[in-house]
């Protein structure tokens, strides 16, 4: 937690761009009985009835401090689609000496991934290029990007959308309308304050660390 709270406050160094990047699962739900238009004075009505079209995955990642947004749709989510996406990545910072990413520890986030996806030489390199800060155990709140998946699902992924080619229309719309307006992230949670805040966990740690209570 530390290291990744250090991180978020280094200033901004264009050759080592900070990202936060996760998936999130995309559900794919269809009316059955056809819904009731918005009208003058009258909300959209939907019957509680749904029909499940199946699954996708959203892969993002925001760099907090200039609002940089990539994003990218898959049909699932696996070491391959993980490894592509981390390609990607790595071809829009192409004069970065190293780019640190933030994510979770899920078991297709590894270096691996690569070099099941490409070749040896490739995947290497696409590993020299990435530094990889891993949030804890139960800890994606520590993780920026829920922030932007949380704006995300409130202005459309919390909707009926039937088909993946409208849900990506949709997505990657707002995801260029934010990245367009530049809405950066302002964390402001720091390693003092939590220190402060969780002083009984790291008293348990260590009882030196009872300063900080």
Not at 44 to 49: C, F, I, L, V
Not at 138 to 146: D, F
Not at 192 to 209: C, F, I, L
Request: net charge positive; hydrophobic share 40%.
């Amino acid at each position: 937690m530390e290291q990744i709270l250090w991180l978020y406050h280094q200033p901004y160094d264009p050759q080592y761009p900070v990202l936060c990047f996760d998936e999130r699962p995309c559900f794919l739900i269809g009316d059955t009985v056809e819904p009731i238009p918005m009208n003058k004075g009258k909300v959209k009505k939907e019957h509680y009835a749904y029909q499940r079209n199946g699954t996708c995955a959203l892969l993002a990642a925001i760099e907090p401090l200039t609002g940089r947004r990539i994003a990218k749709v898959f049909d699932q989510r696996r070491k391959i689609e993980y490894a592509q996406f981390i390609q990607l990545i790595v071809q829009a910072y192409p004069n970065a000496k190293k780019i640190r990413i933030v994510q979770d520890n899920l078991n297709t986030h590894t270096i691996s991934s690569f070099y099941h996806t490409f070749e040896a030489q490739q995947a290497f390199e696409i590993a020299q290029k990435c530094e990889f800060f891993f949030t804890p155990k139960s800890a994606s709140w520590l993780n920026m990007i829920e922030i932007e998946f949380a704006a995300l699902a409130k202005a459309c992924l919390h909707a009926r959308i039937p088909d993946k080619q409208r849900l990506e229309e949709q997505v990657m719309a707002l995801i260029k309308h934010r990245e367009e307006k530049k809405i950066k992230i302002n964390w402001q949670f720091s390693i003092n304050a939590a220190r402060e805040k969780m002083h009984k966990h790291y008293k348990k740690v260590n009882e030196d660390n009872n300063k900080y209570s």
